[in-house]
């Protein structure tokens, strides 16, 4: 009958320096928790009245209406969200599809078959994209990329017309969220590379070394190694982008032009997305347009909270399986 | 055992099943007792294989001189083991048997490498080809995760884009001289991290047979495993020498003494590793010619 004892309190007190260092340090980790938070209630707050009025149509129609008669009273108002929300996805989707390969591409490049110096020139290079001024982009992509997007939007129209996001109901190709999402494309295309990049420099050598001592090219050993262990970091990456793309404002405004309508056809010069729709109307908005404005950013928030979301578990699950 | 027609040799043909006993029932007193347990395989008395030849083989990684002159020819059909303290250069000069060597950034390499009297290193070699013909086996096993068993056997004829008819004969025939065959034949499609260390270790060796290469590399196989395992893999190795030529490292002098035919000691007084002596092992364990690599099988160094 030999007593078990009781576990014992183990207390270890930490010093004064190290407490101070402790609340510093906890501020810092929790600041961006909390400046989302009050950015969250902010909109929400805002943004409730006017989702409470339009109900479900707020996400389901597409008119966004202010009627005033002539002393500046509001004799209507309607606010829809459906066009933005449609054009929204519609040019972040292209981007994407655009965007990630040529990112996997380069990042396999960039780790695997580049020299030392180029590799460290690109690298350098890459990461300048992604702090370049997004206007830029937006300038770049209306006067300079809309000219030559438009004959291979008229290409695929051609081509893929019969399939019906490829059909447009004018020949009227420009300003398009094909053309949009081409310039959200190259904007995405920095983390996107950078995230693979990462993933795949951590490929365990072992793994590496044994495919090629098997008589791979080495394309076979990116084929069975490096791709399968990198999975999870492609997928983060094009879901980073795919946040980024969403969220895009100024590129966005300066490419598409904002009809309110529901266009499903990417080739078709028209859409908008809710970031731009927001740039658009925010200065010359009332009180309760403002509303609605906020009300639409608190969409584009759970929006793109929903795609993170994702993204973090089909990281986790695909990441699992190639390591 | 029909390929060996030399009636005065025959008593260093083993099968495997006469392998395992002898191995069992002998406590070993000396290195030297284990080695001259074994016979030294004549070069030659087996006709499958191709023999390895290095000639006058240097290596560099930047400009530290990592090995100097090596030459040494591996007899087909022939075990050898690269003994020697750390840092002799054995591994690397294993890796530059195979064109591995030159994976590492900044490594540079002079002299030759024969397999079937044809230099590996000259140019216009096709490197994927010299590494189907000349296979490898690490020291971590290193099975690829996201394969099952049966994927990862048969990952080489996908890796080097070959075709085989019958992958399932192939599958067995390698699951079997790996010495893994009965152990995994019902589960096939698990994921090889459902292994133990020692199965992945057989896994990664039937991977490379799969391939069908003529000369096996094995670098530290066993420095990982328990004994259990390890005395599996020997076991394997002594069955593969049948049919092919394997060259060994390992830090294991009784392992060298158990497996090998040959036994090759690298050593390396701060400069760059140089081979010292190469002899069956039976002598280089009982009548090492040099001092200093008495002094190592002796247990005095290293």
């Not at chain 1, 009180?287 to 608190?298: C, F, P, Q, S, Y």
């Not at chain 2, 003994?83 to 690397?92: E, H, L, V």
């Not at chain 2, 067995?172 to 991290?193: F, I, N, Q, Y």
């Amino acid at each position: 009958m030999t007593q078990v004892p009781a576990p014992r309190e183990l207390v270890t007190k930490p010093r004064l320096s190290d407490q101070i260092f402790r609340v510093i340090v906890t501020a810092g980790g929790m600041s961006s928790l909390i400046i989302l938070g009050l950015i969250f209630a902010f909109l929400a707050y805002r943004g409730f009245g006017v989702i409470r009025v339009e109900g479900l149509g707020f996400i389901t129609n597409s008119n966004w209406d202010v009627i005033e008669d002539e002393s500046s009273n509001i004799v209507s108002q309607d606010y829809g969200l459906a066009a933005m929300l449609v054009g929204t996805i519609l040019s972040a989707t292209v981007a994407v599809i655009v965007g990630v390969p040529i990112a996997v591409f380069s990042a396999l490049f960039l780790e695997f078959y580049a020299g030392r110096k180029i590799r460290s020139f690109l690298i350098a290079l890459i990461d300048l994209m992604a702090a370049f001024p997004s206007i830029l982009f937006g300038l770049w992509g209306f006067l300079i990329l809309m000219p030559s997007a438009e004959y291979w939007a008229k290409l695929l129209n051609k081509y893929l017309g019969w399939i019906p996001i490829f059909d447009v109901p004018a020949p009227f190709f420009t300003r398009s969220p094909f053309i949009a999402g081409l310039v959200l494309a190259i904007m995405i295309i920095p983390i996107a590379t950078s995230i693979s990049r990462e993933v795949f420099s951590q490929t365990p050598l072992d793994r590496i070394q044994a495919a090629y001592a098997l008589g791979a090219t080495r394309f076979s050993m990116i084929r069975a190694v490096v791709l399968p262990f990198g999975r999870g970091g492609i997928v983060g990456g094009a879901m980073l982008g795919l946040g980024r793309a969403m969220g895009e404002t100024v590129a966005v405004y300066t490419v598409l032009n904002i009809v309110y309508q529901v266009n499903w056809q990417v080739l078709f010069g028209s859409g908008g997305n809710i970031a731009s729709l927001i740039l658009l109307k925010v200065n010359e908005a009332d009180r309760e347009e403002v509303n609605a404005l906020m009300a639409a950013g608190l969409v584009l928030f759970l929006l793109t909270l929903v795609i993170n979301a994702i993204a973090n578990v089909l990281v986790n699950r695909l990441g699992k399986t190639g390591r | 055992m029909t390929d060996i027609n030399n009636s005065g040799r025959d008593e260093s043909v083993q099968t495997p099943g006469e392998s395992k006993e002898m191995k069992t029932s002998t406590t070993p007193h000396s290195l030297a007792d284990v080695a001259s347990a074994r016979v030294a395989k004549a070069p030659g008395s087996t006709t499958l294989g191709s023999g390895l030849e290095a000639r006058g083989v240097h290596a560099w990684f930047g400009s530290k001189h990592v090995l100097k002159d090596v030459t040494l020819d591996f007899a087909s059909g022939t075990v050898t083991a690269l003994i020697g303290p750390s840092g002799c250069g054995k591994s690397t000069f294993l890796r530059t048997l195979n064109r591995m060597h030159e994976f590492i950034p900044t490594a540079a390499l002079a002299g030759e490498v024969l397999l079937g009297g044809k230099d590996i290193y000259a140019s216009g070699t096709d490197v994927t080809k010299i590494r189907l013909r000349i296979g490898m086996v690490f020291q971590k096993p290193n099975p690829f995760p996201s394969m099952t068993i049966g994927q990862n056997v048969l990952s080489g004829l996908k890796l080097a884009q070959l075709k085989v008819s019958n992958t399932d004969d192939l599958l067995e025939e390698c699951l079997v001289r790996a010495g893994l065959w009965t152990e995994v034949k019902d589960r096939l499609g698990e994921h090889a991290s459902a292994l133990s260390g020692g199965q992945q270790q057989r896994l990664c060796i039937a991977r490379s047979l799969a391939v069908r290469p003529e000369v096996l590399l094995m670098d530290e196989p066993c420095s990982a495993l328990d004994p259990g395992s390890t005395f599996r893999i020997e076991q394997t190795i002594s069955e593969l020498s049948q049919t092919m030529t394997i060259v060994i490292v390992t830090h294991n002098m009784q392992q060298a003494a158990r497996v090998s035919d040959y036994s090759a000691f690298m050593l390396s007084d701060g400069g760059p590793g140089e081979l010292i002596e190469v002899a069956p092992t039976n002598e280089l364990f009982s009548r090492p010619r040099d001092k200093r690599t008495e002094d190592y099988v002796t247990g005095r160094f290293g």
